[in-house]
């Protein structure tokens, strides 16, 4: 399979199949049991066919019924194909229960759909997860532990028989899920380093995050996550700048490409960056869109072709 659906081996119980995505979706992790089989995490809703073919592949369901949907965190790239699972298989959604009333209200800011360029497929929560509870999935137990930071409606998954952690966007290999500045929301970025905190004093063997490939040396990506944490803590309007970056960077791969053109009224007409602009940076649209190509451009994230703006 591709890079956007490519299934990983590691030291996994045999019930437990990881499919890596790419920055669009998130991947997916598929529990099998004996009575069927719980998905976490659903991809972009653009992916959805993808998504249901993995999940009823040979090394997902395998013909199995299933029996839930899990949400680490309903960002659209986690939830966007909640819907269309729920419609193929008749099942059941569950998402933190922090969550609920953004779901139920279909919140689109605090969902960061149309706020930030994004959508999804409307669905209902089914169920709701508490933190502290424990949930057996695949004949497995799992920890559900509150991470905020990234999403402050987070959940994290632990399970201490095989030292498993299923870290949505609250740890990646090099990193995590984008912040929110202390100016929008003064407990994120705490709640980011005491997530990471809480991490480091599990006995984890084998990190599988919301994108990327899943790893092991998770002491050095716990280091990385909190220097880059002290960075942003040391200059708020880098973390601005850092999310205007991650967002453009996520509308591009859903978009696949843009006009440059188009860029200054992209910026200018998109509430999350009209809102960073007016409160961190005060630049014209134009130069907002400039610096934000510029930056990305830097790190080999986009490029130009024909007067457009592609994924690199």
């Given at each position: 399979m591709s890079s956007a659906g490519k299934l990983v081996s590691g030291p996994v119980p045999p019930q437990m199949h990881v499919f890596v995505r790419d920055w669009l979706s998130a991947n997916h992790v598929v529990l099998r049991s004996r009575d069927g089989g719980i998905v976490i995490d659903t991809g972009y809703g653009k992916h959805a066919p993808l998504t249901l073919a993995l999940v009823a592949s040979r090394m997902g369901l395998d013909?199995?019924?299933?029996?839930?949907?899990?949400?680490?965190?309903?960002?659209?790239?986690?939830?966007?194909?909640?819907?269309?699972?729920?419609?193929?298989?008749?099942?059941?959604?569950?998402?933190?229960?922090?969550?609920?009333?953004?779901?139920?209200?279909?919140?689109?800011?605090?969902?960061?759909?149309?706020?930030?360029?994004?959508?999804?497929?409307?669905?209902?929560?089914?169920?709701?997860?508490?933190?502290?509870?424990?949930?057996?999935w695949g004949d497995l137990e799992w920890q559900l532990i509150a991470a905020p930071g990234h999403d402050m409606s987070a959940l994290v998954f632990y399970n201490p028989e095989h030292r498993i952690l299923i870290s949505g966007d609250a740890l990646w290999e090099n990193g995590y899920g984008f912040v929110m500045p202390p100016e929008v929301d003064p407990a994120a970025l705490p709640a980011a380093r005491a997530t990471l905190e809480t991490i480091a004093h599990?006995?984890?063997?084998?990190?599988?995050?919301?994108?990327?490939?899943?790893?092991?040396?998770?002491?050095?990506?716990?280091?990385r996550a909190f220097r880059r944490t002290s960075m942003f803590e040391a200059d708020?309007?880098?973390?601005?700048?850092?999310?205007?970056?991650?967002?453009?960077?996520?509308?591009?791969?859903?978009?696949?490409?843009?006009?440059?053109?188009?860029?200054?009224?992209?910026?200018?007409?998109?509430?999350l960056f009209r809102d960073f602009n007016a409160r961190f940076l005060q630049r014209t649209p134009d130069d907002l869109a400039h610096e934000l190509v510029a930056d990305l451009e830097r790190v080999g994230a986009v490029r130009r072709q024909d007067g457009d703006l592609l994924p690199a």
């Open positions: 013909g199995a019924p299933l029996r839930r949907i899990v949400n680490t965190h309903c960002h659209s790239d986690h939830m966007g194909g909640n819907a269309a699972l729920a419609r193929a298989y008749g099942c059941p959604i569950a998402i933190p229960a922090a969550d609920a009333r953004s779901i139920e209200a279909w919140d689109e800011q605090a969902l960061l759909l149309s706020y930030a360029g994004q959508k999804a497929e409307r669905f209902a929560a089914d169920e709701l997860l508490e933190a502290g509870s424990t949930q057996v599990l006995d984890v063997a084998y990190v599988v995050p919301g994108h990327g490939e899943p790893f092991t040396d998770v002491n050095a990506a716990l280091d708020p309007l880098r973390m601005a700048r850092h999310a205007l970056k991650v967002v453009l960077a996520f509308d591009l791969l859903d978009r696949e490409r843009m006009p440059l053109a188009s860029l200054p009224t992209f910026v200018a007409e998109t509430p």
